[in-house]
């Protein structure tokens, strides 16, 4: 029988993803959308200084870009081909680090651009990217913009993990694995994909069948990992 892939991010990011999986995969696969997480827009200062870079460690934060006094001919220095596509689409010159914050931080670093860097980012965050750029000597400031406002889990999904089915579910922070651990009972059916080591220190702690962690801190990554997982555990013989 087909496993079961759990997706819990925001709801727009999960139907992207499970998108991206069954084109990825050429073939439709069984898949229960169910986020944990809205992301709710946090209303800026109401003056926020100028700069002459801006960052982004995640397309959630582009999204609330349209409310800022923020040029659009300064570079945008973007996490992951997402965020950069979504940076372009804002109209911002991009820099992409296809990897993590740790990977755009020694991007920066190399380049020495001139002038103040912002951060614009969600509430909770990882990397801490201003304070290692400013450790650096940078000029860099952050700004909070939205908040992953916790959601509770759905019947559909507390249902489901109830369930003798065999599930994936791949995992894009630690924040969200602490939520799928709370939502309900895991059990020893689930394989967790996760993004990387900090989060596959969460799923770690569950009896579950198995945890596996992307090769590359990215989408690319995730999705092989997801599909993999899924092939490891679909039973080919059952319809």
Known sequence: ???????????????????????????????????LMEIVPISPPTHIRSTAH???TSANAVNQVGALDIPRDITAWC?????GDAASSAGFPTKIAHSDSADLVAMLIKAR?????LHLRGQHATGHVAQSLSQAGFDCAEVVVYAQKPQPA??????????????????FSPRSARLLGESAEIRGNLTAVAISPAVAAVA?????KAV????SPDKSGMIAATLAAYD????PNTP
């Open 212 to 215: 596996v962690t992307a090769n």
């Open 54 to 56: 801006v960052i982004f």
């Open 1 to 35: 029988m087909p496993a079961k892939i759990i997706i819990t991010r925001p709801k727009a990011q999960a139907s992207r993803f499970a998108e991206d999986l069954q084109s990825a995969a050429g073939r439709k696969l069984s898949v229960l959308i169910a986020p």
């Open 232 to 235: 490891a555990v679909s039973d």
């Open 79 to 83: 996490v992951g081909q997402q965020t």
């Open 204 to 208: 770690g702690d569950w009896p579950v």
């Open 113 to 117: 651009p001139l002038g103040p860097l």
């Open 154 to 171: 759905t019947e559909a999904l507390i249902e489901t993990l109830k369930g003798s089915d065999s599930l994936v579910a791949p995992l």
